[in-house]
């Protein structure tokens, strides 16, 4: 067995794979919190084992990867450990779950990356400070909400004509493909009276639809039209909505796997398999 671990700020996420005949099957995957990186790590390790009733000796070998992976220099257990780049990870774990050959992967964490992946190679386009980070801080700021469920929560409230500017608002002409409700403005139209569930519907609106304009973007010159949305913030489910609505306007192809949130744990396994 092969386990993959990406380790983020306090999140570590693992995931456990065995060959079966010529293809790599996974077997678990879950993640865990702590105050800091290797508590993280070997605690996701430990409570892995014990939930699949793995003994050391069936574990190959560990492959880590994340912004906390240099924290695992000296291995883990005597198991053989290596360290594989972040964005190959980020690349083969979200084909892998989109069970695409071709795709632009988008990983919205803490900030956003976004790569382009193939059977040629895996290459890192760039990315932005916008992500998941932005919004926990938002939030907690102006709403006094400090987790992604408590954000989702809320959100469910929000009324976004109360934040942002929407070609309704200015225009009563239809201007090309754009819908009425197309963002002018993220928080070109903020009231007065706006509660906290409309702020925080609008950064969800804002953040989503940055991240989702920078990967179209991407695609822009090239004929690969699907692109790969994974990370902890894109199991959000605002998510979902806010992509389908630039899918109607751009030619482009959106999806958010099952397990996205693992995807990078994935990836990081399956490099020793390639």
Not at 20 to 35: D, P, R, W
């Amino acid at each position: 067995m092969v386990l993959g671990i990406d380790v983020g700020g306090s999140t570590t996420k693992i995931v456990g794979f065995c060959q079966k005949g010529e293809t790599a099957e996974c077997i678990g995957m879950l993640q865990v919190q702590a105050s800091d990186q290797v508590t993280s790590a070997f605690g996701a390790f430990g409570k892995f084992t014990a939930e699949y009733g793995l003994r050391m000796n069936d574990i190959k070998k560990i492959v880590v990867t994340g912004v906390g992976a240099s924290y695992l220099e000296k291995g883990m257990y005597d198991i053989p450990t290596t360290r594989v780049d972040e964005f190959i990870a980020i690349g083969l774990g979200g084909l892998k779950l989109a069970e695409l050959s071709d795709a632009f992967i988008v990983s919205v964490g803490t900030g956003t990356a976004i790569v382009k992946a193939n059977p040629d190679g895996i290459t890192h386009l760039g990315g932005s400070g916008v992500g998941g980070g932005m919004l926990l801080n938002l939030a907690e700021r102006f709403a006094g909400v400090h987790s992604y469920a408590g954000i989702t929560e809320i959100a469910k409230h929000g009324d976004l004509s109360a934040i942002d500017l929407r070609l309704c608002d200015i225009s009563h002409e239809k201007i090309g493909n754009l819908p009425p409700d197309t963002t002018v403005s993220n928080f070109g139209n903020l009231r007065d009276n706006a509660q906290p569930a409309d702020i925080v519907l609008g950064f969800i609106n804002m953040i989503f639809e940055s991240i989702g304009m920078m990967a179209i973007f991407a695609t822009r010159g090239s004929n690969v039209k699907d692109i790969v949305l994974t990370g902890a913030l894109s199991a959000t489910e605002h998510a979902a909505t806010v992509f389908d609505t630039l899918a109607q306007i751009h030619p482009v192809n959106f999806h958010i796997p099952k397990d996205a949130i693992f995807a990078t744990a994935v990836g990081a396994a399956l490099s020793e398999y390639k």
